[in-house]
C-alpha cells in the first residue's frame, strides 16, 4: 500500500476524481484481481460455463439423437419445461430407467451417510485413546499399520473388498466358514441348525441377495421414515431445551433408533452391509489421526488434577478428553459426512448401486443416467437437484462446525 | 516428561485388542500380496494361503506385459494415467496459487462472493456436471491436419474435465497453507519497500514450496486415481488407463481375469502413491482439517 510517502514534501498533484479516485485508491482490489484473473478464467470456461449450460439442459430433452448435429438422425433439443424435475420427483422416470425412486435414493443416501460416519467417529476416536495409553507397547509400530487403509487409494481398496466379498473364494466367506462351522457342526451333534448344509451356507451372495437379510416382510413406507424423523428431532430439541438429565445419551439413543428404523424400511440388502464393514475399515483411521493430534494436545496436568480431585478414569474420559477433541473431530466428522455421502469410486465399484437399484446413492445414479441412459437432460436436472440436496447438507455441517468450533476450559 | 509404564495387567489386554486391530486392518492388504504371489493363475482360487507354495512373481510380469485383453501393456496404461495426474496437478498448482495468495492476502471488494462461488464449486462433486461436461467436450472436434480427434474421446478432454473440479480444490487447500505463513515476514519487507509482487515471488513462494509439493501432491492423487471421467469419456485402448483396467479385473465381466493378475495389478497401482502419501501423511492430515474448518 503507497500510504506513507516520502518525507520531503512535494507540491501535491492534481487531485483524482471518479473512476481514477477508485482506481488510485483500490491498490488492493487491482493486484488482487490481477492474481484471480487466471484462475477465474480457467473456470470460467470450464466449471461455470458447463453449469449454466447444465441448468438449461435440465429444461430440455436432451438425448443421443441431439448429441451430433452432423448426424442424419439429429434432433435439436427441445425446451420441456420443468418435465424434467416432475419426472424425477413423481416417478415417472421410472418408465425409462427401471426402478428409479428418487426419494428412496435420497433417504438410502442419507442413511448410508449416517450409518457410516459415526461409527467412524466412535471407533476412531476410541482407538487413538487406546495408541495414546501412557507406557504402551509398539506404539510406533501399531501407528504405522493402522494408517494403511488411508494411503491405499480407494479405488484399489473398493476392489479388493468386492473380490473379498466374492461368494465363492472370496476371503469373508472363507473367514466366516472357518469362525463359524465347527460351532454349527457342533449344534448339529445336539440337534440345532438342521436346515444349514454347511456345504453351501457359506456361500453368501453379498452382492446378488435382493431380500433384505433382516427384517425383511416388515414393508414401512418410506415417508413414515421422515416422519419418525421429524418426531425425533422434535423430542430432542425439547430434551435438550428442558435439561432432561442424560438428554445427550437419549439423543444418541434416538438417532440409533431412527437409523435402525430407515434401514429397516428401505429392506436394506447384503450389498449395504458389505460396503458398510468394508467403508468402516477405509474410513476410521482417518478419525484416529485427527483424534490423536487433539488427544496429544491436551495438558497431561489436567488429568492430574482430576485423579486428585478423585475423578475415575471414565470421569476424566467424559470430562476432559471428550469436550476437548470435540473442536478437532467434529469437523472431521463433518468432512466425512460430505465425503461419504458422495463416495463415487467406492460405491460404482463396490455394489454398483446393485441389487436392483437398493444401494444407489446420488453421484452413482447420476453417473448411469448419462452413462448407460443417455438421458442428457434428466442427468442434468438430475445433477441440479442434487447441487441442492448438498448445499443443504453443506450449511448444515458448516452450522453444527461452526457451533463447536471453540470450547472454552 | 518421561512416560508412565503401565501395569502388565493393563498392558496385556491393551496390547491384544491393539494387536487385533492391526489383524483387521491387515487382513484384506496380506490378503491381496499373497494372492499376488499365487502361481496357479486361477480365476478363484478355491483356497487361500498366506504363503503359496511355489510363490512365485510370474503375476507381476503378466501385469508389466499384457495386464488386459487389450493389446496395451502396463507401462501405456501408467503413461497416460501420469499424463492425467500430472498434467492436472501442474496445471491446478500453477493457477491455483495465485489465486490463492490474493483470497490469503489481499482484502478487496467482492472477496466474499469470489470465495463464496469458489466454495460452492468446491462443495460440488465433479460427477455433477459430468452431463454438461460430456456434451460440450463431444461437440468439439480438433483439427490439426494429421492430428484429429473428438475432445471427448481423448486425454485431453478428460484432463480439462479433470481440471475443473481440481482447481477450486487446489485455491482452498493452498489459501488454508498460505494463512498459516506468519505475516511478519511480508510487513518487514513491505516496509523495505517492497510491493504485493515483490512479496509474492520473493517472500511467499520460497515458504510456500512444501504445501505446493503436498497440495500438488493430492492433484496428483485425483488424477491417478481417476476413474469416472475416464471410464465414461474414453473408447480408444490406446487411451485407457490404470483405473479404467483395474475395474475391468472385478466383477461379473471378469471371470477370465486370474486374481493373481488383479492382486499384483491393484498393488502395482497402490504402491507408489501410498509410498509418498506416506512420507507426506503429517502434512496432508493437517491440511485437510484445515480446509474445512473455515
Not at chain 1, 100 to 115: M, Q, S
Not at chain 1, 167 to 193: D, E, H, V, W, Y
Not at chain 1, 222 to 229: D, L, P, R
Not at chain 1, 289 to 298: D, E, M, N, R
Request: aromatic share 12%; proline share 6%.
Amino acid at each position: 500500500m503507497a500510504t506513507v510517502s516520502g518525507n520531503l514534501p512535494r507540491p501535491l498533484p492534481e487531485a483524482p476524481t471518479g473512476f481514477r479516485l477508485w482506481w488510485q485508491r483500490n491498490t488492493n482490489t487491482r493486484a488482487a484481481y490481477l492474481y484471480l484473473i487466471p484462475a477465474f478464467a480457467v473456470m470460467a470456461i470450464i466449471t461455470f460455463y458447463p453449469m449454466g449450460y447444465q441448468v438449461w439442459m435440465s429444461f430440455t430433452d436432451y438425448g443421443v439423437k441431439s448429441l451430433n448435429p452432423n448426424s442424419k438422425t439429429y434432433q435439436a433439443p427441445n425446451v420441456v419445461g420443468v418435465q424434467n424435475y416432475s419426472d424425477i420427483f413423481k416417478g415417472d422416470l421410472a418408465k425409462k430407467v427401471q426402478n428409479f425412486d428418487f426419494w428412496k435414493l435420497l433417504t438410502f443416501n442419507l442413511v448410508w451417510t449416517f450409518t457410516n460416519v459415526p461409527v467412524h467417529v466412535v471407533l476412531g476416536v476410541l482407538i487413538a485413546v487406546l495408541l495414546n495409553t501412557q507406557g504402551l507397547w509398539f506404539k510406533r509400530a501399531y501407528r504405522a499399520i493402522y494408517i494403511l487403509p488411508i494411503v491405499i487409494p480407494t479405488l484399489v481398496v473398493a476392489t479388493v473388498w468386492k473380490n473379498l466379498f466374492d461368494p465363492q473364494s472370496g476371503g469373508i466367506n472363507k473367514l466366516l466358514a472357518t469362525g463359524f462351522s465347527p460351532l454349527i457342526r457342533a449344534g448339529q451333534g445336539m440337534g440345532l441348525f438342521q436346515n444349514v448344509d454347511l456345504d453351501t451356507f457359506f456361500r453368501i451372495r453379498w452382492f446378488d441377495q435382493i431380500d433384505a437379510p433382516f427384517f425383511a416382510d416388515a414393508k414401512l413406507p418410506i415417508a413414515s421414515f421422515w416422519i419418525v424423523v421429524a418426531v425425533a428431532v422434535v423430542v430432542g430439541l425439547v430434551l435438550i431445551r428442558l435439561r432432561v438429565p442424560y438428554s445427550t445419551p437419549i439423543c444418541l439413543a434416538l438417532g440409533a433408533l431412527v437409523l435402525g428404523y430407515g434401514i429397516i424400511a428401505l429392506e436394506m440388502p447384503l450389498s449395504y452391509y458389505a460396503m458398510l464393514i468394508a467403508n468402516i475399515w477405509l474410513g476410521w483411521p482417518f478419525m484416529t489421526i485427527v483424534a490423536t493430534g487433539a488427544l496429544q494436545s491436551i495438558p497431561l496436568d489436567l488429568y492430574e488434577a482430576a485423579s486428585i480431585d478423585g475423578a475415575s478414569p471414565r470421569q476424566q474420559f467424559m470430562a476432559i478428553t471428550v469436550p476437548l477433541l470435540r473442536p478437532a473431530v467434529i469437523p472431521a466428522a463433518m468432512l466425512g459426512v460430505i465425503t461419504t455421502f458422495n463416495l463415487f469410486n467406492f460405491v460404482y465399484m463396490m455394489s454398483a448401486g446393485g441389487p436392483i437399484r437398493k444401494t444407489e446413492i446420488m453421484v452413482t445414479t447420476a453417473y448411469t443416467l448419462v452413462r448407460g441412459n443417455q438421458l442428457y437432460g434428466v442427468a442434468a436436472a438430475f445433477c441440479v437437484i442434487i447441487f441442492f440436496v448438498l448445499l443443504g447438507l453443506t450449511l448444515l455441517t458448516n452450522g453444527i462446525t461452526r457451533g463447536t468450533e471453540r470450547y472454552d476450559v | 516428561m518421561s512416560e508412565k509404564r503401565l501395569r502388565l495387567s493393563q498392558q496385556l489386554p491393551y496390547q491384544l485388542l491393539a494387536a487385533f486391530i492391526a489383524f483387521t486392518v491387515l487382513v484384506p492388504i496380506l490378503w491381496v500380496v499373497s494372492l499376488s504371489l499365487d502361481p496357479r493363475d486361477l480365476s478363484r482360487p478355491p483356497d487361500f494361503r498366506l504363503i503359496p507354495p511355489g510363490a512365485s512373481l510370474d503375476a507381476y510380469k503378466r501385469v508389466l506385459d499384457k495386464p488386459t485383453n487389450n493389446p496395451v501393456t502396463f507401462t501405456e496404461l501408467a503413461l497416460n494415467q501420469l499424463r492425467l495426474a500430472g498434467g492436472v496437478a501442474l496445471f491446478a498448482v500453477l493457477i491455483g496459487i495465485f489465486a490463492a495468495y490474493a483470497f490469503s492476502r489481499f482484502e478487496f471488494s467482492g472477496r466474499k462472493v469470489l470465495m463464496l462461488g469458489m466454495i460452492m464449486v468446491l462443495m460440488l462433486p465433479g460427477i455433477a456436471t459430468i452431463a454438461p461436461l460430456f456434451v460440450m467436450l463431444n461437440s468439439i472436434n480438433i483439427n490439426l491436419g494429421d492430428i484429429q480427434f473428438n475432445l471427448r474421446n481423448s486425454l485431453w478432454g478428460v484432463g480439462l474435465a479433470l481440471v475443473s473440479g481440481a482447481l477450486p480444490f487446489t485455491v482452498w487447500n493452498l489459501k488454508g497453507y498460505l494463512d498459516t505463513i506468519p505475516r511478519e515476514l511480508e510487513e518487514a519487507a513491505k516496509i523495505d519497500g517492497a510491493g504485493p509482487n515483490q512479496t509474492f515471488f520473493l517472500i511467499i513462494l520460497p515458504l510456500a514450496v512444501p504445501s505446493i509439493a503436498v497440495v500438488g501432491f493430492l492433484g496428483f492423487l485425483g488424477g491417478w486415481t481417476e476413474f469416472a471421467l475416464s471410464w465414461m469419456f474414453l473408447t480408444n485402448p490406446k487411451d485407457f488407463t490404470l483405473a479404467m483396467s483395474l475395474y475391468n479385473m472385478v466383477g461379473q465381466y471378469s471371470a477370465d481375469t486370474p486374481w493373481s493378475t488383479f492382486a499384483a495389478m491393484a498393488l502395482m497401482v497402490a504402491t507408489p502413491v501410498a509410498v509418498v502419501y506416506l512420507a507426506l501423511q503429517k502434512y496432508i492430515v493437517g491440511g485437510l482439517t484445515l480446509g474445512s474448518v473455515k
